[in-house]
Every structure is written in structure tokens, then in C-alpha cells.
């Protein structure tokens, strides 16, 4: 069987390979998509990305799609529900701040556009690195920073530095696959000016 250069951090597990090889670092413009992403990012916070792989389904289904308009008008008794719900992360926190997620969502997008705001911290355009190890990988940077500021100005929770950059990665924002992956190239070309 012939042997795939793969990003070491996803390990062998079929689904990590699945999502390494068809989703992260490819450029996403969906402002739906985009806030899912965020939103995922923020529950990962102090976990490993691949339990929120093996919970996303059931977080979608929690999460009514990840359709904001919706999540934006839980109430308390909604927020319990979820809470009960052992497919997804039952965190209180990180659920409220999926609903006022929403509501923040639904503010940016009827006033400048999600996609426009999220992708403004890189100046609309791709960050291409060439990195060689997952050691020069940075945790986070001064775009990171940035959006970071910019969520939690906007009312976004759980959207720290480190989050925000792995989402800027996840969604394309950066390409971070290392030089010797098998994806860095395709994913270069996806996100040519």
C-alpha cells in the first residue's frame, strides 16, 4: 500500500484522516459554515479537535442545523435541554455562548456580512506558509489576535487566540499543511489569488 505524507497531527484515526484530507485548510466563504466552525472551535477549547469530530453530528442535531436564527431565540429552558443531551459537550458556558453567538452572528451579517468580517482579518485573502515541521506551526498570531478581539468586542465567548487560529486554519484562512503533506499543494491552488 502506498504511503501518504500527511500533517502529523491527525494521527490514523479514519475520521481525523477524513477531515484532514477533504476539509481543513480549505478556503470556506459560507457565512453559516464559517460561524458552525467557530462555534465547534469554541467547544474544542481545552479538549482534542477529534471528540468534536465524533460529537459533530450530534451537535448539529442539538444545534438545529447551526442555523443562527434559530439558536439566536433559546431560552433558558432550551439551554437545559441541551444541556441534557451526553451525544454533545454539556457545557453551560460554552452553550450560552453558542446563543449569543447567534445573536452576534445575525448583528455582523445584517450589518456587513459574516463572510466579510471574518475573512477582513486577513485581508480577505489566504495566508500561504511554508512550513516545513508542525514545531514552526505558531499557536497563534497577530490576525488571531485580532479576530479574537473582534468576536468578543462583537459579544462571541469562547474565541481566544488559539481558537481563533486553529479556526483560521480549519477554514482555510491559513494554509498550515506542512510542505511535505500531500495537501499543501491542492490546497495552495484552491486559495490562488
Not at 17 to 25: P, S
Not at 72 to 88: C, F, M, T, Y
Not at 152 to 173: D, E, L, S, T, W
Not at 177 to 186: D, E, F, I, L, Y
Amino acid at each position: 500500500m502506498e504511503h501518504i505524507e500527511r500533517c502529523g497531527w491527525c494521527g490514523s484515526d479514519p475520521l481525523y484522516l477524513a477531515y484532514h484530507d477533504t476539509e481543513w485548510g480549505v478556503p470556506e466563504h459560507d457565512p453559516r459554515a464559517l460561524w458552525e466552525k467557530l462555534i465547534l472551535d469554541g467547544f474544542q477549547a481545552g479538549l482534542s479537535w477529534i471528540t468534536i469530530l465524533r460529537k459533530r453530528d450530534f451537535f448539529r442535531e442539538e444545534f438545529e442545523g447551526f442555523d443562527p436564527q434559530r439558536i439566536a431565540l433559546w431560552d433558558e429552558a432550551r439551554v437545559k435541554r441541551a444541556l441534557q443531551n451526553p451525544g454533545i459537550i454539556r457545557h453551560r458556558g460554552k452553550i450560552e455562548a453558542t446563543v449569543r453567538g447567534a445573536r452576534a452572528f445575525l448583528d455582523i451579517e445584517s450589518t456587513e456580512g459574516f463572510t466579510p468580517f471574518i475573512w477582513g482579518f486577513t485581508d480577505g485573502q489566504v495566508i500561504r506558509n511554508r512550513w516545513t515541521t508542525l514545531a514552526e506551526v505558531p499557536a497563534q498570531t497577530a490576525q488571531s489576535q485580532a479576530m479574537s478581539k473582534g468576536l468578543k468586542k462583537r459579544g462571541f465567548g469562547f474565541c481566544g487566540p488559539v481558537i481563533c487560529y486553529a479556526f483560521m486554519q480549519a477554514v482555510g484562512m491559513v494554509n498550515d499543511h506542512v510542505t511535505t503533506c500531500h495537501r499543501h499543494g491542492p490546497v495552495s491552488r484552491l486559495s490562488a489569488p
